[in-house]
């Protein structure tokens, strides 16, 4: 292009160092031109990668919410097996409870009936002391 204007120029009669600067300069200016008018371009290319890199972000991020559901999922089923294992343990705890509160209750009547037997073999040692002593008081003192 800076030959097909220099020639023009040197046509219309211009000096061979004229016609070299403004060949130049009209190329330049040409060139500054067309990298202005392309700038945006590059704009345009680089909103095109952060799009395309944000689409994978996107991507990724339902990815990870899919696995964060997963994992709620899983969770949810552990905390429902621990809870079907905590109730199976109160419900034994409870049995076992019953159990001991049967056994205190029947300690409690042995005990009470055997406070009973030792209450009549105190009361028939002493009953039984008391006859001796007047038999022997009896025997002694005619």
Known sequence: ????LHKAFRQVGASQQDADDAAE???SAMEKRMND???HLAKNSDMYTVRTEMAELKSQI???????????AELRQEI?????EIVTVRAELKQDIASVRGDIAS???EMAHMR???I???VGGQIATIFAMVGLIKFVHP
Do not use: P, Y
Not at 62 to 72: L, Q, T
């Open 1 to 4: 292009m800076k030959l097909a």
């Open 25 to 27: 300069s009209i190329d």
């Open 37 to 39: 008018k392309q700038s």
């Open 62 to 72: 339902a990815g990870v919410r899919s696995e964060v559901g997963m994992v709620r």
């Open 80 to 84: 429902a097996l621990v809870r079907g």
């Open 107 to 109: 300690v409690r009547g």
């Open 116 to 118: 009973s037997e030792l």
């Open 120 to 122: 009549r073999w105190i």
